[in-house]
């Protein structure tokens, strides 16, 4: 029965790797429709979502079943439960990729932002992609410098979503009302998929270490 247990925690691990490699594949794709105003890649992300959210709703009824059969404890315990969690902020991120593909599609064959900001989002969207790979990484390895390094692309996303901000809100902002709220919109989907990264990576590294504190700031 333990050799059928640690089996089972195994699939967990392996599936949530593999729907973090296609939350990867969604934030590529949807960055690069966003960027160029590709209605077809948008619309393979928006579909390619239900894929995503089908497998971690597979994940969670195996994780359901573990737990009512198995009676996991301690570490154990910990592993499941945070494989629910991880799934539910992995579901998320494929749908802060679908939002983004869904402002490409709505201002289709226009793009979504103006000029004067499309370097910003090109910047965010490559971090974005960034950080994805280097999640699912993460939840195949569990290599710990991967959760820092998540966290350090974060905080440059974070910057960039602030940058947005003050230029949405400058008396130097040319844009109409429509370019004002699709920049905030996108900048604040690009935000959340980061942040939802950023919490996982903190799950993998409690689970690894059994250390839930704010690592040192890296110029400390």
């Keep these: 029965m333990r050799e059928v247990f640690q089996q089972e925690l195994a699939e967990v691990q392996d599936r949530l790797a593999e729907i973090a490699r296609l939350v990867a594949i969604s934030i590529e794709k949807a960055t690069r429709a966003f960027n160029k105003s590709d209605v077809t890649l948008a619309e393979e992300v928006i579909?390619?979502?239900?894929?995503?959210?089908?497998?971690?709703?597979?994940?969670?009824?195996?994780?359901?079943?573990?737990?009512?059969?198995?009676?996991?404890?301690?570490?154990?315990?910990?592993?499941?439960?945070?494989?629910?969690?991880?799934?539910?902020?992995?579901?998320r991120m494929g749908d802060m990729s679908t939002h983004i593909s869904q402002l490409a599609r709505y201002r289709f064959p226009d793009k979504v932002i103006p000029k004067s900001l499309r370097p910003t989002f090109a910047e965010m969207g490559a971090l974005d992609v960034k950080i994805a790979n280097m999640l699912a990484e993460l939840l195949t390895t569990e290599d710990m410098a991967l959760a820092e390094a998540i966290r350090n692309e974060d905080d440059k996303v974070d910057a960039l979503h602030l940058s947005v901000f003050d230029a949405v809100l400058g008396e130097t902002w040319k844009g109409q009302?429509?370019?004002?709220?699709?920049?905030?919109?996108?900048?604040?989907?690009?935000?959340?998929?980061?942040?939802?990264?950023?919490?996982?990576?903190?799950?993998?590294?409690?689970?690894?270490?059994?250390?839930?504190?704010?690592?040192?700031p890296a110029d400390a």
């Excluded at 239900?50 to 994780?63: N, R």
């Excluded at 079943?65 to 539910?88: E, G, K, W």
């Design 47 to 91: 579909a390619d979502d239900d894929k995503i959210d089908e497998l971690t709703v597979q994940l969670d009824e195996l994780a359901i079943t573990i737990l009512a059969r198995q009676q996991p404890v301690a570490r154990d315990l910990r592993i499941v439960v945070s494989a629910l969690r991880i799934s539910a902020s992995l579901e």
């Design 177 to 216: 009302a429509a370019d004002t709220v699709d920049a905030t919109l996108a900048s604040r989907y690009h935000e959340r998929f980061a942040d939802h990264a950023v919490s996982i990576a903190k799950k993998v590294q409690y689970l690894g270490t059994g250390d839930w504190q704010q690592p040192a």
